[in-house]
């Protein structure tokens, strides 16, 4: 079997024969993973240009509803993990942490944010106070800033593309999935 990847929105697989990667207990192979053919230039550019931008026209609360659609969506396959990750020579006790604490971490990132963050796009910072008489002048005061500011200091997103890796080295199962 040949790991595909989703880029550009579409499952696709490597121009080449690719790496095995084995089953550390017996050493038969489980899947061949392979990127040639795959222009990478390309596939950040459709992040910033598709990816990011429908990302960033979410508010927080409906990325929340993502990530906990996300999060089912993993735990109803939470066995699929474990009989992959006995692969790697670890226990399911081993491999809970990895598995399904990964998994309630998303499901505890969802709640966090549906409870303290704006249904919204921007989020400010700061207790907004009244500066002039009648209300129509306002400004945040922040504690890392020691000065009033007219206008709340206002957290944006970013409109690059990010990618984060887990390195296979330091937890039995992750390594088996993310190379």
């Known amino acids: 079997m040949k790991l ?10 490597g121009s080449g024969e690719g790496r095995p990667v084995v089953d550390a207990v017996r050493g038969e192979p489980v899947c061949h993973v392979d990127s040639s053919g795959i222009n990478m230039r390309e596939v950040v550019e459709y992040g910033r240009r598709v990816g990011g931008v429908a990302l960033r026209a979410m508010t927080f609360h409906e990325r929340a509803i993502a990530l906990k659609e996300t999060a089912k969506l993993l735990m109803a396959k939470k066995e699929d993990f474990y009989t992959l990750s006995f692969k790697t020579g670890t226990t399911r006790a081993d491999a809970w942490p990895d598995i399904e604490g990964g998994i309630g971490t998303v499901f505890s990132y969802a709640s966090l944010v549906t409870r303290e963050f704006p249904n919204d796009t921007v989020l400010l910072e ?23 500011r007219c206008c709340p200091h206002q957290c944006l997103q970013l409109s690059g593309v990010g990618h984060a890796r887990k390195s296979g080295a330091e937890l039995g199962c992750w390594g088996a999935g993310h190379h």
């Not at 595909?4 to 697989?13: F, I, P």
């Not at 700061?126 to 009033?148: D, I």
């Open 126 to 148: 700061g207790e907004m106070e009244g500066l002039s008489r009648n209300g129509t002048f306002v400004g945040a005061s922040h504690s890392h800033v020691k000065t009033w």
């Open 4 to 13: 595909e990847s989703y880029v550009q929105g579409k499952w696709v697989t």
